[in-house]
Each structure stands twice: as structure tokens, then as C-alpha cells.
């Protein structure tokens, strides 16, 4: 027992060296300085800003609307609703999505919040999973993730998720696909830049889930990360993949303290 | 899917003219686009949409595949009485959907 | 390697990647039909509402942002000067478009119950292309207003895979 604690304990020291080494690697692109840093919804056109701004004309909401339904319907063969453990989610739910992902103790890993609604369904509410992209499960996403709408995006200290980040960053700054781009090159030294017709963002996740105008849907940041990977002609991670988990906890990171504006609308 | 978000004032003095927000989710299949097989996904729109206000019509609009994704309008009203305001939609493969707001005016 | 080769290969790899995005070449699992609009459907579409009358420039205003951010949800607003009385009202308001595959966005009706006539919803562009606003009023004439919209692709295009 003894010994186990200590190699798990040498496991994260070594992991957190590792992690400063990487941060501190000199060839890798400048992180975007704190007072720089922006919402992507700074770089939208100002009548796709005004769509996020009128929850009357935001069609994300139509999916919190639809989140809050569920958050109180029975389910599963528990027969069971959010609502019965987790009461009011504008009290129990705020600030949960700024903290996603986060390390999930049963399970021993990462899990992001849509991960985090279905281990709730399938061990509480004795139901099945909901499908990635689903309606349901997007609505619930947002539902949860408007509690957080106006919060910083929190700084997780839990020292199990350092190796995480690091792997997040060695993805967000290797270039890859056929391409041989990283996003780095993109979001972090050409941010603000035209591409084709929009201006390149610094791809921050504060508005996730988003209602994006490509899609003419609602979509998570899985989805989103997905289409960037194939736009830059590199193979995407499959849904729920921990690649993509890694990739959304390190962008939260990079985005610590940023304000949160879901459901956002994007171009 | 919860279907329909509606932005109308909960009260206004007579006379006034108030500004009414619909959004309804629907996906407005244009009939245009072809899935991976090269089949054609067929056409599945809403194509009318109604508003009356205590039973009286005051707005009528056909959509087009044209019309966006989640449609949205804003349109204006006089609000001439308390009472009910109805929205109807209407659309291919017999979708029909309706929701209403009541307005005080004093 | 200098600071110098650094600059040429992140530049040479976004004109690559703008090329990519800006090309459309690729395999799409949902592909849009080419568009089978013209002027001359879009007139054809407008005679059957307007019929003989001659429509008349003045009274509206459409408004559509001049480059759009994405084809798919164009916000566009018409409205016409009027009082909209009993005798002096606007009937309907009309909108098309030149290039989407066809020439219809939206046909409304109103009346004096309205207040003011203006209209806001969104629309889909396939492509550069005029849109026309029409309105016709209670004395039968027609009043129209047109705007020359630039539509432009959303970077790094996907191929449809969700």
C-alpha cells in the first residue's frame, strides 16, 4: 500500500517537472498575455454579436429552454430527474461548467460535462447514455453550462490534472495533418487576421455549447475542435475520445479567468 | 424540443406599439442539399406563420427554404386590449405547432 | 533555424490553408445543389406578385449587412415609410433574391393592426447576389428597395461530418 502511494505520488511529481519543461521549451509560440486575451465574440461581426446578446433572438436558448425541461423529467429506471438529487440548477449548477473538465474520482479520469451527464444518467438515473451531438444531450449542456453564463472560467489547481494539460498543450502547439499546421500558428500568432471571410479568433472555449452558423445548430466544443481538425486536413479524435478531453481541458486553462458567454453564437 | 421562444411585453398602455420576438426551432430542410449517397434530402419547411391577438389576425408570413434555420422575426403590434396573443406555425409534413403570451394594457 | 525561416513557413502554410478554406474543393458528405436562380427567375417571381404595376423605388428600407459572417443566417430588416392608417397602409412586403436556388425568401401580410411596418427575420445566401424588398400598399402601388450582399465562406470549411 505504502509503496503505491509512493509511486503514484513520484508518478505526479515527475508529471508536473515534465509539465514545467514544456511550458518552459523556448521553441514553442508565446502564450497570449493575459490583458490580450479576448472572447472570440470580439472578433464576430456586429450583427452576429447582437444574435448572442437578445436571449430573444439567440437561438442557442431555444436548447436551454429545452435543457431545463429535461433537468426536470423523470428518466431512466430509476425514474428519476436531475432535479431529485440536484434540486434547483441555478443553485446546484452554478459555476459547474467552469470548472469542466475535471477529474473524475469513481472512474479515476478526465471527464468533460457532457462525460459527466451521462456517468449521472447511467449510474443514478439507471438510464441510457445520450448520443454525442444528440438534441438531448446538448440541450442539458447548455442548460448547465448557462448557470456558469457571466463566470470566470476557473483555475483548477487538482495537481491529477496537470499531465492532462501538458498533453492538451503538446496537441495545441504540435502542427499535424496534411497540412502541417498547428493551432498554435493560427489562434495564437495570427489571431485577429483575416482567413477567407472571418477573422481568425484566439479560440477560446468561454462559450461553449455554441449555436454556430455553419452548423444551424447547436454544437460542443468536441464538435467544433472535430471540424477544425479536418478544415486543417488532419485526422479528428472520435467523440468522447481523451485526446479531445485533453484538448478541451487545456484551452479552459489557457482561457483561465475569462468570463463565460453561453450559449454562444458563432459564425 | 422545446419549441418556440416568444418575446412579447407583459403590459402596454393602449395605443402603444410594441415589438413581438418569435423563435421557433426547426431545422427548415431546404429540399437543395443531397446526403452522402446522392440522394436528395427532401424539402421539409414550415411555410406559414400566423399571429392573431384575441382571435383577430395581425400578422401573416409564407417562408421559403430561404428563411434560416430557427426561424426568427420581430413584427409590431398595436396593443389595442388585454388579452391573448396566439402564434401558429405551419409547415410541410403536416407540422403544426402554436404558442401564445398573454398582454395586459391599460 | 532564424527568425526569418519561421515567418516564411507560417506564412507559405496559411496561404496554403486560406487556399484550402477559400477552394471548396472537398468531398462533402451534404453538397448544395448549383444554384439555378437568375435575375430573369427573380423577375419572373416578382411579376407574379407585382403582376403589370410599376414598382417604384422610395419608401422602403432593406437592411442587410453589406459582407456577411456566414451564408447560412442573414439577419435582414424591411421597413416602410408609412402610417399604416385605415386608408394609408402597407399590405404586404415582399423579399427575393437573385442566386439562392430560388427566388423567394418571404412573403408577409399586414395591415393597420400593425402599427409600423417592419419586419425583421433571417435569411440563407448562397452566394454574392441582390436581394430585393417589395411592398405593396393600400392603393395598390408598389415601393421597393435593394441591397448587393457579399457573401463570403466561414474559414476552415468542414466537410459535414458532425
Partial sequence: MNVQVSLSRWLALTASLMGV????????SAEIASADRRSDYEFMRRDTQAMQDDDAANPGMLWVLEGETLWNARAGEANKSCADCHGDARVSMKGIASVYPSFDDKREKLVDLEARINICRTDHQNAKPLPFESKELLALMAYVARQSNGMPIKSNTDVRLKPHINAGQRMFYGRQGQLNLSC?????DNWGKQLAGNKVPQGHPTGYPIYRLEWQNLGSLQRRLRTCLSGMRAQPYEYGSVELIELELYLMWRARGMTMDTPAVRP | MSSALINVPARAKRGEIIAIKTLISHLMETGFRYDSTGVLVPRNIITDFVCTYNGEEIFRAGFFPAIAANPFMIFYTVATESGTIVFQWAGDNGYSESASAKIVVE | MSKHDNETT??????????????????ALVTIRRSEATPATMAAAIRKVVGDAKVKTGKVK????PLVENGNTVQFTVSVDSPMTASDHVKAIYVFNEKNPQPNIISIHLGPRAGRAIVTSRCRLADSEKVIAIA????????SDHVDVLVTIAACVEDGIP
Fill in chain 3, 10 to 27: 507560417r506564412r507559405e502554410v496559411l496561404i496554403g490553408a486560406s487556399c484550402v478554406a477559400s477552394g471548396l474543393v472537398l468531398p
Fill in chain 1, 184 to 188: 498554435a500558428q493560427c489562434h495564437e
Fill in chain 3, 136 to 143: 405593396e400598399m393600400s392603393d395598390g402601388s408598389f415601393w
Fill in chain 3, 62 to 65: 432593406l437592411e442587410m449587412p
Fill in chain 1, 21 to 28: 519543461l514544456v511550458i518552459a521549451n523556448p521553441t514553442l
